[in-house]
């Protein structure tokens, strides 16, 4: 397919609206699709937390880049449909009290931090910031981040707030999920990510730190089951310094005892940004780790690259 849906409209990325579902389900039931139940081959589309508090200018936690990451990602989606089977979407999820936000530490004076500040094992250590919940966890999930070579410890600003407007995917993006959905009879997948207050969680794979016995605090196994059926993967989504790499460090990590089954994984790369920080060049950062999985067996591939064999 390479026709665009009448409803769809680029010029609404970014912004907030209410999807027009009977135009969506109209137009997908015109569309002439193959249902996937008929199809052999499985091609998953993982597109990685492109939420309104990472997509939209007044979101919270704003990635610069993110509006045409989600244009290109849709013609994609809208070029291809008759190509991807299923599409599953991850939601970084968070609660107002949890340990990478500033009401979860405080200085000496009790002041809280100010979002982007990276606390390490030095500045806990020395009083410079102290957990006000869950002081010995806090202490020693700071530690382990270190000792695991994982970034310090980032406050962010409040984003995706459980029940909020910044949680949810952004709605031309969302538009194209449910047409895909209608057109090829296939339900879309919701992976919900960071409720558990004492870690973060990136990747849509793991948490940064498990916390057993804790729901959504352990590796997710039905994701990864999905990944190991799927015949191709591609992924999108924000932020390629974070969620993104943390997702391809677990993929690399869990299926590269075999590097063949790595060969089935294709990055879009155009689809993605990463966060700008005033201290940490997360691009270069990032442009250096993707380097390193291309080495070890993943693809990068741009949106209108043609549809891999």
Known sequence: MNDTPAFYDPHRIGTLFYPNMNAIATDASQANLTPVALEESKNLLVIIDMQVDFCHQHGSLYIPGAEGDIQRLIAFIYRHAAKISHISCTLDSHLPFQIFHPGWWADETGQNPKPLTAIDQTAVSAGTWHPLANPEHSTTYVAQLEKQAKKQLMIWPYHVLLGGLGNMLDPELWSAVMWHSLARQSQPTWVQKGTVPQTEHYSAIRPEILVPKHP????????????RQADKVFIAGEAS???VLETLQDIVNEFGSTPTSLQKFYVLQDCMSPVQHPAVDFATL?????????????????SNDPFPD
């Open 216 to 227: 959504g605090g352990e590796k997710n196994e039905a994701f990864l089951a999905s990944l």
């Open 241 to 243: 310094s974070h969620c």
């Open 286 to 302: 990032t442009k250096q780790k993707f380097a390193e999985f291309a080495q070890q067996g993943l693809s990068f591939i741009n």
